[in-house]
């Protein structure tokens, strides 16, 4: 995809090159009003206890299969897990 090309906002991630699809995730996370973000403390937190997570692959959460990165920055998201780890 050209660096010009601007994606649909209706686009599936399949129908976008892995980088697009990880850029438009993180202009969302950055769009978030603040009253809905955690602190960039708490979005660490959380990836880090993500990441030691075997349910985690390829970015993806294998209880409910969202984007961690994505989940982990809403302050009304939670870990899907039972118990929830974050």
């Not at 994606?7 to 009253?35: H, T, W």
């Not at 880090?48 to 390829?58: A, D």
Request: proline share 3%; with cysteine; charged share 30%.
């Amino acid at each position: 995809m050209e660096k010009n090309t601007r994606v649909c906002k209706k686009c599936l991630l399949r129908d976008m090159g892995e980088a697009e699809a990880f850029e438009n995730m993180y202009q969302y996370i950055a769009n978030l009003s603040p009253e809905d973000k955690v602190s960039d403390e708490e979005y660490e937190r959380r990836l880090m206890v993500c990441r030691q997570c075997s349910h985690l692959l390829s970015g993806m959460c294998g209880k409910c299969g969202c984007y961690v990165e994505m989940r982990a920055a809403m302050k009304v998201r939670h870990c899907p897990d039972v118990p929830g780890k974050w």
